[in-house]
């Protein structure tokens, strides 16, 4: 397997920075950022409120 | 009374007691324990060897938190070559056709691996979900493949070890019973259908190592990823 990558030859600024495809805690923050985005999206349908049917009456 | 090719892979019991259990303790019976001489005898010098050269073989991708488990994968490749070679004998059950008993292998060993990554080096563990140099449109797609994938190794596992000798032992019985059908009525052919059935004995001798090999070689390939 290749080795990890230290990052030194990415000089990476801003965003990209945290977020990259490059250096081990890029990797790391974009999975973690993934999962959380799976979570709560899952969360929110999960706990959003049913319109309850309106009746004709 | 019809004739099910898939008897064979049923738990045998006797008297509501599972026989399975006589099964998976007859290869420690069958193994010398190594003795305090000096010089052993030769069945336990080519033990030794074997053992030796296994675990020397297995532990070579493996850094020094690896060496830890040598015992386990090389007891679990003796054991699962054992069980299915003994399981190619006419008349004996293989306890390795059973999925239930894969996956007892397969799950906890396939869990301690990735825990083991979580909680030594958990940001590795966690990098390795994403390939290197991944194009940023497709990050949150890799991710998920990746991590489908590292779900579905245990389960892999388990039935690659199960299919492979399921079909192995059916088909060994599927054309031993052809060449037994055929030998009043067509001599000849049942002596051509006896000689691949001869073949097959072998191959499946080999696959029975091999994937006993391949299933204990993902399991230090699994550990070295996470140590």
Not at chain 2, 3 to 9: E, I, P, T
């Amino acid at each position: 397997m290749g080795g990890h990558d230290a990052g030194s030859q990415h000089q990476f600024t801003g965003f990209a920075k945290y977020f990259n495809a490059y250096t081990i805690t890029g990797r790391r923050n974009c999975v973690l950022a993934t999962y959380a985005t799976i979570a709560t999206l899952v969360l929110y349908f999960k706990l959003k409120p049913k319109k309850k049917a309106v009746t004709a009456s | 009374m019809a004739l099910n090719f898939f008897d064979q892979f049923m738990s045998p019991t006797y008297l509501g007691i599972p026989l399975i259990a006589l099964a998976l303790s007859l290869p420690w019976v069958l193994f010398p324990t190594p003795s305090s001489r000096w010089l052993n005898n030769r069945l336990l010098t080519l033990q030794g060897w074997f053992i030796n050269r296994f675990t020397q073989q297995m532990l070579l991708p493996l850094n020094l938190g690896g060496h830890k488990w040598a015992v386990l994968l090389t007891s679990m490749m003796i054991f699962l070559v054992t069980l299915k070679m003994l399981g190619l004998l006419p008349y004996t059950f293989t306890p390795t056709t059973q999925l239930s008993l894969n996956m007892g292998f397969a799950v906890p060993l396939w869990l301690a691996t990735v825990v083991i990554g979580l909680r030594n080096q958990p940001t590795v563990a966690l990098g390795h979900l994403l390939p290197e140099g991944t194009p940023v449109v497709l990050i949150p797609f890799l991710i998920i493949v990746e991590t489908f994938s590292l779900l579905i190794r245990p389960l892999a596992l388990g039935v690659r070890l199960t299919a492979n000798l399921t079909a192995g032992h059916l088909l060994i019985q599927l054309i031993a019973t052809a060449a037994f059908v055929l030998l009043p009525m067509m001599p000849t052919v049942a002596i051509l259908t006896a000689t691949v059935l001869f073949l097959l004995t072998l191959l499946e001798v080999a696959v029975a190592m091999i994937q006993a090999y391949v299933f204990v070689l993902l399991l230090t390939l699994y550990l070295q990823e996470n140590t």
